[in-house]
């Protein structure tokens, strides 16, 4: 399985990006795909997860209302949209897909919201 994340970049506070993540392979369409981050010195955290339909998504409270997930089916990609970045959003920010109990991950892109 191999997920390649991009859209990442240099924006400033205010601005909007848009991630896409391309899984192909037969799992995407059976699994829910997420969105996550990890800061300089901090853990990765949850930003944003999809069902298999795509009908139905979950936010972590300081995407929720600037951030939106979706995926297309046929495009095997899943997207992230983000609006209002701050300087607290810079990331490198991960996609992945959840599969019969495992997680596989991308490589992750960079994010970076100057002020």
């Known amino acids: 399985v191999q997920l390649q994340a991009s859209g990442g970049g240099l924006v400033q506070a205010g601005g909007s990006l848009r991630l896409s993540c391309v899984a192909p392979?037969?799992?995407?369409?059976?699994?829910?795909v997420a969105w996550y981050r990890q800061a300089p010195g901090k853990q990765r955290e949850l930003v944003a997860e999809?069902?298999?339909?795509?009908?139905?998504?979950d936010y972590a409270d300081f995407a929720r209302g600037r951030f939106t997930i979706s995926r297309d089916n046929d495009r095997y990609t899943v997207y992230l949209q983000m609006d209002s970045l701050q300087p607290e959003d810079t990331a490198v920010y991960y996609c992945c897909e959840k599969f019969a109990g495992e997680t596989y991950w991308g490589q992750g892109t960079q994010v970076t919201v100057s002020s």
């Open positions: 999809i069902n298999v339909g795509g009908g139905s998504a």
């Open positions: 392979g037969r799992i995407f369409r059976v699994s829910p």
